[in-house]
């Protein structure tokens, strides 16, 4: 079975062209009109990505991530308007993948597809040892699980990914330019809003104290360190 697509817009344009285009490159491409519609069709299959657009009648993208997000990980790549910065921060706190701002070329659509997917299916080169150990903090990278204070806590497979790269550097100063192209791909070096959401949801998860972390710090004008404890 090929990789399956739920592209969810009320624009009929947008869903024909995202249709034609990803079913171009060989996707599978279900659609649904609004936020309802797709949350009913996620009830009877899962699929691997899906594509949400933010404003919508019945129920608009933000409420659709947030309420997908309380039962699967399924990459999500939220399609806002040029002004709605609001909008695509609050995507990203409740965990959206990526976002795309509208009005958007099929090319630039279907390459943000693909990074997506390489970054969910790609498994981050890490240290050979099963675990790893920072603090209260643990990654069993056999089967890619985290735990704090042994109770496990779960993360996106981009938020695992750019975990995962600062154990790798530990102590290591990493830059914002560095971590982006290591998580996300060569393309978003300057899509510094995202790794700052992203960081804001580890520190969220992995801190006991997000203002004071320990696990993962700002080095102010540098960028971010895994410091070694």
């Known amino acids: 079975m090929g ?5 969810v817009d009320d624009e009929p344009l947008y869903v024909r062209l995202l249709k034609v285009n990803l079913e171009a490159e060989g996707y599978e491409v279900t659609t649904a009109e609004n936020g309802e519609e797709a949350l009913d069709s996620l009830s ?21 991530c947030t309420r997908i997000r309380q039962f699967s990980n399924v990459p999500i790549i939220l399609l806002t308007a040029l002004g709605e910065e609001h909008d695509r921060v609050n995507g990203l706190n409740i965990g959206a993948d990526d976002y795309v701002v ?5 090319t630039e659509l279907v390459a943000r597809v693909k990074a997506v997917l390489r970054r969910v299916n790609s498994q981050p080169e890490v240290a ?51 971590l982006l192209e290591a998580t996300w ?15 804001a949801r580890l520190r969220q998860k992995l801190e006991d104290n997000p203002h004071a972390p320990i696990h993962i710090v700002t080095r102010t004008g540098l960028g971010y360190q895994m410091p070694a404890i």
Not at 102 to 106: G, I, L, Q, V, Y
């Open 44 to 64: 009877h299959a899962m699929p691997d990505l899906i594509v949400l657009d933010v404003m919508m009648p019945k129920l608009d993208g933000i409420t659709t």
């Open 3 to 7: 990789i399956r697509i739920l592209v």
């Open 128 to 178: 050979e040892a099963r675990q790893f150990i920072h603090g209260n903090l643990r990654i069993d990278i056999a089967k890619a699980e985290v735990w704090k204070d042994e109770k496990q806590i779960y993360l996106s497979a981009t938020e695992y990914k750019l975990l995962i790269f600062f154990a790798h550097h530990l102590g290591q100063v990493l830059t914002a330019e560095e």
């Open 102 to 106: 509208k009005p958007f070329s099929a």
């Open 185 to 199: 791909g060569p393309s978003y070096r300057d899509e510094k809003e995202i790794l700052w959401v992203s960081i």
